[in-house]
């Protein structure tokens, strides 16, 4: 089973060409559809797991018929992939939705630790991996290297503006690396205090940058 990323929005919910010949004015009710079965998969992985996936089960819970599931999805497999994609897709849309009202560096950098905070403390992330892990190992893969270049893309002032700050090139990988391995090991091994995870690799980035701001000033030559 490959937890695959899809091209847009529709394809992370259902198979590639499923919807290729619908209407325009009938997409929604096919999104609310998908949804559903979303929704009811998600409900029973977490409660039996994803070996025990069973797709009436799934059609009983969203309300939907197998002719209707089979419009979208053809087996258990592409099912659990789709529903692997639309989580990836889900956490990055929620930390773009948390991060762009915020146009000031470090009030933007703020947002998405809070959100980052959030996820691992609060999130179903723990409970999905409690109940299919192996699944849920997969899901974190690909999850790790998409956010890699999404924190990268929706943090690009605020590396310039540490940049600027310390006059030179930060290795911006290394620090989204940081951040999404953080979050990771947290939902794996949870601090004993969740909420400050992810704050306390935040602290030790700044201690950094301010401590390499304080030492490239003081080794100026002085005019």
């Known amino acids: 089973m490959e937890l695959e990323s899809a091209a847009n929005p529709m394809q992370a919910l259902a198979p590639t060409g499923a919807l290729g010949d619908t209407p325009v004015k009938t997409i929604g009710r096919a999104e609310a559809t998908v949804a559903a079965i979303l929704a009811a998969t998600e409900q029973i992985v977490l409660r039996e797991g994803s070996e025990r996936i069973s797709i009436l089960d799934v059609c009983q819970l969203a309300g939907v018929s197998r002719g209707t599931f089979y419009r979208y999805f053809s087996s258990q497999d592409e099912l659990l992939d789709a529903f692997a994609r639309h989580k990836r897709a889900s956490f990055q849309q929620a930390m ?12 933007r950098f703020h947002a998405l630790v809070r959100y980052l905070d959030n996820y691992a ?8 991996l409690g109940a299919a892990p192996e699944y849920t190992l997969r899901l974190f893969g ?23 700050r310390l006059g030179i090139r930060i290795d911006r ?39 390499e701001a304080r030492a490239l000033l003081q080794n100026r030559p002085q005019k």
């Open 121 to 128: 403390a609060h999130g179903q992330a723990r409970l999905l």
């Open 96 to 107: 773009a939705d948390a991060v762009t009202p915020h146009a000031e560096p470090a009030a």
């Open 173 to 211: 990988e290394l620090v989204c690396e940081l951040m999404i391995r953080c979050v990771l090991s947290e939902l794996v091994v949870p601090h004993k205090s969740p909420q400050d995870g992810v704050q306390r690799i935040v602290s030790f980035l700044y201690s950094i940058v301010d401590c």
């Open 142 to 164: 690909r999850l790790f290297n998409e956010s890699l270049v999404r924190i990268e893309e929706l943090m690009r002032s605020v590396f310039d503006a540490w940049d600027a």
